[in-house]
T-cell receptor
Framework: EAGVTQSPTHLIKTRGQQATLRCSPI?????VYWYQQALGLGLQFLLW???????NRGNFPPRFSGRQFPNYSSELNVNALELEDSALYLC?????????????FGSGTRLTVV | QKEVEQNSGPLSVPEGAIASLNCTYS??????FFWYRQYSGKSPELIMF????GDKEDGRFTAQLNKASQYVSLLIRDSQPSDSATYLC?????????FGDGTTLTVKP
């Protein structure tokens, strides 16, 4: 069974540009979660999508947005990139009914803003 | 006060010893509790979850939950160098998991 896949692995962008990160959940999982892990910091919750809808959002500005497609894959968009957006962005998936049993994470996208 | 707090570490134990990792949380309504292991440069991997008071054992790992004290711990018995990693405590509530900052464990041969 394929795990959670994220692309690209690495992304280098210039300040002010837009970044698009992609995530494919485990087959059968309908929920996708996005987290930001800045260097030396913990995982910060960004967004939760389930069945194509945004269900919950963390304390991030509106320039962090995303969507979930009918096949449950998801996209995270970061507009007007700032240097402090440089971080590892992790996607996780779960079956919503089993989300309280934990996540499976993808390998992440390392975003560097220069 | 942070929602999930962990010992800042780092924690160093000799090979074969018991490593004890601690976590406290602020929301009494929290339902499920997790321990993830994150090796340097890798993504977190779920190693234990617990939702009832008491102990839950899985191989060399034991998770302990005390909801009255809002406290979760992870014990690693017979620690191995391969256990050297950052351990993240997470709490499930309101449709998301909230993570602590992690405790870095080093097991010395």
């Amino acid at each position: 069974e394929a795990g959670v896949t994220q692309s690209p692995t690495h992304l280098i962008k210039t300040r002010g540009q837009q970044a698009t990160l992609r995530c494919s959940p485990i087959s059968g999982h309908t929920s996708v979660y996005w987290y930001q892990q800045a260097l030396g910091l913990g995982l910060q919750f960004l967004l939760w999508y389930d069945e194509g809808e945004e269900r919950n959002r963390g304390n991030f500005p509106p320039r962090f947005s995303g969507r979930q497609f009918p096949n449950y894959s998801s996209e995270l968009n970061v507009n007007a990139l700032e240097l402090e957006d440089s971080a590892l962005y992790l996607c996780a998936s779960s079956d919503w009914t089993l989300a309280n049993y934990g996540y499976t994470f993808g390998s992440g996208t390392r975003l560097t803003v220069v | 006060q942070k929602e999930v707090e962990q010992n800042s570490g780092p924690l160093s134990v000799p090979e074969g010893a018991i490593a004890s990792l601690n976590c406290t949380y602020s929301d009494r309504g929290s339902q499920s509790f997790f321990w993830y292991r994150q090796y340097s440069g890798k993504s977190p991997e779920l190693i234990m979850f617990i939702y009832s008071n008491g102990d839950k054992e899985d191989g060399r790992f034991t998770a302990q939950l005390n909801k009255a004290s809002q406290y979760v711990s992870l014990l690693i018995r017979d620690s191995q160098p391969s256990d050297s990693a950052t351990y993240l405590c997470a709490v499930w509530e309101e449709g998301k998991s909230t993570f602590g900052d992690g405790t870095t464990l080093t097991v010395k041969p």
